[in-house]
């Protein structure tokens, strides 16, 4: 069955960096758009970041241009987030997902897989 495990959050300072990683099993992942989304306390499960297949398009949300960048390693089957100058407002569970469209995460009809999240703090 398919299985998106990340890894990589915890306890970062404000201003500090912290690398999520994705790995997924169980299907051929290689087409497949990959990204992630995160969940604040008491808000509603947002788009973070998506790269298409092969690598060459990248989206972001406003609120992390130019702070985050994913990549990914198809013959891993892996995706990246570099999340840099991390603020308050970055904490949130944030979970990877894949989907065979990259647009689906920009236009909020994501039908995918999920991962189970990993959650990331951001102290003061």
Do not use: H
């Not at 995160?38 to 972001?60: L, M, S």
């Not at 994913?70 to 989907?99: F, G, H, P, W």
Request: hydrophobic letters at 35%.
């Amino acid at each position: 069955q398919v299985q998106l495990v990340e890894s990589g959050g915890g306890l970062v300072q404000a201003g500090g960096s912290l690398g999520l990683s994705c790995v997924a099993s169980g299907g051929t992942f290689t087409r497949y758009a990959r990204g992630w989304f995160r969940q604040a306390p008491g808000k509603e499960r947002e788009f973070v970041a998506a790269i298409n297949w092969d690598g060459r398009i990248t989206y972001y949300a406003d609120s992390v241009k130019g702070r985050f960048g994913i990549s990914r390693n198809n013959t891993q089957n892996t995706v990246y987030l570099q999340m840099n100058n991390l603020k308050l407002e970055d904490t949130a569970v944030y979970y990877c997902a894949a989907d065979s469209a990259v647009w689906s995460f920009v236009q909020g009809n994501f039908r995918g897989y999920w991962g189970q999240g990993t959650r990331v703090t951001v102290s003061s």
